[in-house]
Every structure is written in C-alpha cells, then in structure tokens.
C-alpha cells in the first residue's frame, strides 16, 4: 500500500465519515477521494505531470493541500511542501533546486510565485477547487507504485542557513506515520487539529501522513492564533493538537483560555526539549490539563525519535524522554565511538526504517550525516541521565 493508497482505502471503509474540517466546509473521505482521482488527472492531462516529477505545494492548511498532496502522490509524482512565510528570492531558490515542473499555490499566499510564474503554465491557482474539478474524471488513474519509489521532497535548512531537501520513499512514511499514530492512540474516531504548517516534516508526517493511515479526521486552518486554536479545538471537540513551545506560551497568555472547553484534547503534543519544568508549570493550570507528551526527532529522522509520557514529566519534564518511539533506536556515541557512558557527553544519533532516502541531489551530505551501520548523527549532543532519560546538553 502506498501513501495515497490509504486515501482510497478510507473511501471504501468510512465513506461518510469526516477526513477534513475547515472553518467554513467538511469533507468525507468519499469526497477527498473523488477530489484526489480528478486532481490527479487534470494534473495529468493538462501539466503533463508523470512519475517522477516533482510539484511544490506553495499552500496554506487547506483542503487544497490534501487533495494536491495525495493527488501528485497517486501519479507517482514527488511532492514538494514549501513554507508559504518565503518571499520570492527564497522560494526561486528551493524550485530551483528541485527543478519543480510544477508549483500549486492559491490567492493568498501567491504573492510570491506571481513574479516568477505571471505568464507561464508552470504554476496553478487553486483557489475554488469545485469550479477547477465539478464534472473531470474520477477514476483512479493506473499506475504502478513500489514502496521505495520517492514521495516527498520536505525542505529543512542546514547550518549555513541554506535550504537542504530531504527526500522521503513511501515505506519511510509509513513507519513514521505507523509510529506515532500507535503512541499517539489514533483510531478512526481521532479529530487531529493541524494549525501547524503542513511544509514541516512534524505537521505533515505526524497528523496528515499517520492520521490518514488511520482514517482520522483533519481538522485544519490557514494560520495558528490562539483564537483559532481554542474556537476549533472546543466546537470540532479535537483530540489531539501538536505545537510549538510558542503557540503553547501565547495560548496559555490569552485571557478566552480561562473559558473555552478544551476537555476534548487528550494528547497535547509539543517538540521535547523545548518545554522545560518551569514552562510546564506555568501551560498546565492554564490548559487544566496534565497530558503532554513530548516528541523530539530531525526532519531527516522521519521525525522519528525519543518520546516523553505524561506521567514522566513530574520529574523529567524538559528532557527528550527514555525511550525512542516505536520502530526507531536512540543512542548518545562519545568522540571515540563508543556507546557514551551515564552522563557523559555524546552525539545524540537516531535509526529506523523511518529515515530519509538522503538529501536532494547530495550524497556527500548525506554521506555526512549517516553512519556506515545506517545511524543518522543529528549533530545535537546529549547526555543519558542514571534513570535512562536523554537530555540534550546545551
């Protein structure tokens, strides 16, 4: 089964069921397929868009991004999610590097592909996709897929402060999506609230890529503000949200926190490390709640990595947890090599079958990066306390 594949599976067993909540619409997973199939051959036959060619999704949280996503998937194509905070002169530097045949973007945050695509067919405007896709083709187009071929291209940035793709095959995605809906407990009945970008490999793998494995709902906006995040997580009663220690820090600040109904949430799901004791202190009156699980991985790793359970935190809040999630493998290797003693310093290093193919058209990179027994070095270094816990040494 490929990534799209699930798409499809979905339509057959929860046709009527929810798989995106938007502000204003809702979509069932029958809908979403039927959207993907004539998206997929408009692409197809209009763009000339083939196996192998890679699309950039310059798009918000939206309807629009899901279908486009699984539609360039399902035409064996590589899917490029951009951040649509770049200005041009960025944005013209990673379609460049992926040669993208193809950019998809929509009103709002096209301001930036306007100069580069003004008279071109190169790029399409996405903004009503019913009028695009009311009466095209619906069935599936028939194309071969393996498990190995790529799928995503998710661009992170290296330590020169330059755009590095890290490209993903449909078997990685699935582990890592595999892996974090079993901790995190999705099941069909899950409502993921995304407010997070989805050009982030943590958005994108985590809620869009494992919940629909799962047949979860998609509850998704254009852009976080704690308003946002309290109306959708209290009228759509979502239960899991993944955020960044900021949006966290500013909702637990906003005065509507002390009333929205927010009793729905079981998992609130931030990066560990980013968190300490002191923070928690503060977010869990505000949030009433204590079940924070913290996650912490590199693009490169899937994100795959260590995981922190709410009932650790009492007394390890700020560390990346003791164990690595499910599928994947921690270790902290000193300057010789060698596994790094209790409190000794190391590199903090990650594997499983969740890790990038390697980065785009860079092997020396990625040669860099992974060990000949296929261990990703992530560069950070961490020490492994006398209980077990991982802490990165900053």
Not at 71 to 83: E, F, K, T
Not at 122 to 140: F, P, R
Not at 306 to 312: A, Q, R, T, V, W
């Amino acid at each position: 089964m490929n990534i799209p594949g699930y798409v499809a599976r979905n339509a057959r067993k929860y046709p009527q069921q929810q798989a995106v909540v938007e502000p204003n619409a809702r979509h069932t997973w029958a809908q979403l397929d039927q959207r993907v199939n004539q998206l997929a051959n408009y692409l197809h036959d209009e763009h000339g868009i083939e196996a192998g060619h890679r699309v950039a999704l310059f798009l918000p949280n939206n309807f629009a991004f899901i279908v486009s996503y699984f539609a360039v998937q399902r035409l064996g194509a590589v899917v490029v999610p951009i951040s649509v905070r770049l200005a041009t002169p960025q944005l013209q530097t990673i379609l460049d590097d992926c040669g993208a045949d193809l950019v998809i973007t929509c009103e709002a945050t096209g301001t930036a592909v306007q100069p580069l695509y003004e008279d071109d067919t190169s790029a399409i405007w996405l903004d009503n996709i019913d009028d695009l896709l009311n009466g095209l083709d619906s069935d599936s187009i028939d194309i071969t897929i393996d498990n190995d071929d790529a799928c995503t291209l998710v661009y992170t940035i290296d330590t020169n402060g330059e755009p590095r793709g890290v490209l993903f095959n449909h078997s990685a995605l699935q582990v890592v999506g595999t892996m974090f809906a079993m901790e995190m407990s999705y099941t069909p009945q899950s409502r993921l609230l995304s407010l997070m970008p989805y050009s982030h490999a943590a958005a994108l793998h985590y809620n869009l890529v494992a919940g629909t494995l799962v047949g979860c709902t998609h509850i998704v906006a254009p852009d976080f503000s704690p308003h946002t995040l309290f109306d959708l997580a209290e009228n759509e009663r979502a239960t899991h949200f993944f955020g960044s220690a900021d949006t966290y820090a500013l909702s637990a600040q906003h005065p509507d926190i002390q009333t929205c109904d927010l009793k729905s949430v079981t998992h609130w799901i931030y990066a560990a490390g980013s968190l300490s004791a002191a923070h928690l202190e503060a977010l869990q009156p505000a949030f009433k709640t204590g079940q924070w699980y913290g996650v912490f991985g590199l693009t490169e790793s899937g994100p795959s990595g260590c995981i922190l359970l709410p009932y650790e935190h009492a007394a390890k809040a700020g560390s990346l947890g003791k164990r690595a999630m499910f599928n994947t493998e921690v270790r902290v290797v000193n300057d010789e090599g060698d596994l790094a003693e209790i409190s000794q310093p190391g590199e903090l290093q990650i594997t499983g079958e969740g890790i990038m193919l390697g980065y785009w058209q860079n092997p020396d990179a990625t040669d860099d990066i992974l060990t000949q027994d296929g261990w990703l070095k992530t560069g950070e270094i961490a020490v492994r306390d006398a209980e077990g816990y991982f802490w990165l040494n900053h």
